[in-house]
């Protein structure tokens, strides 16, 4: 079977739903939720936006004790217990991923929940970061009913692995209004 690679990936937000967004792919247009504050072009570390503009798609992180390892092209590693993404601006290590404990702000990778299964990190404020412009923003997978993230875009399992399908590296998104 051929998968149609895809160079760019479009998001858009949904007509009238702020927090709503459209997934453009080849085979057709996917539901997709987006950060509660909508898409703003100026993202800062804790205003649950969705960043706009285009970035690079960097590697796959996935539950290895919940999912397999995903069909892509991308580079995949495995979640593991003790990793993290630092949140905090004033840590060197800002907008990266990090081992827990920490004493700064960190989110957790492996979540409770099933958001984190399967997760894309996109290269939004890393090449250069700047300090309180925003961290951890990934494609993950939705709650039930997409409720909105905290500027990530978050996508359904199937849809997730669809889209996995088709990633290679140089691979971009474009977050648009």
């Known amino acids: 079977m051929h998968v149609k690679r895809c160079r760019t990936i479009v998001v858009r937000r949904a007509p009238g739903r702020a927090s709503e967004g459209r997934l453009m792919l080849p085979q057709g247009v996917r539901r997709a939720a987006l950060g509660r504050s909508g898409i703003k072009a100026l993202k800062r570390e804790g205003d649950d936006a969705t960043p706009l503009g285009r970035f690079p798609i960097r590697e796959v992180l996935y539950r290895v004790d919940r999912v397999l390892r995903p069909r892509t092209g991308l580079p995949c590693r495995a979640i593991r217990k003790d990793d993290g993404w630092c949140d905090d601006p004033s840590d060197r290590n800002y907008n990266r991923r990090i081992r827990l404990p920490s004493w700064r702000s960190a989110e957790g990778l492996m979540r409770a929940d099933h958001l984190y299964d399967l997760t894309i990190v996109l290269g939004y404020n890393d090449l250069p970061r700047v300090k309180g ?45």
Do not use: V, W
């Open 133 to 177: 412009n925003g961290s951890a923003i990934f494609m993950h997978l939705a709650r039930p009913g997409y409720t909105p993230t905290e500027g990530c875009i978050a996508l359904s399992r199937r849809d997730m692995r669809a889209l996995l399908q088709r990633l290679r590296p140089g691979t971009t998104i474009e977050i648009k209004r």
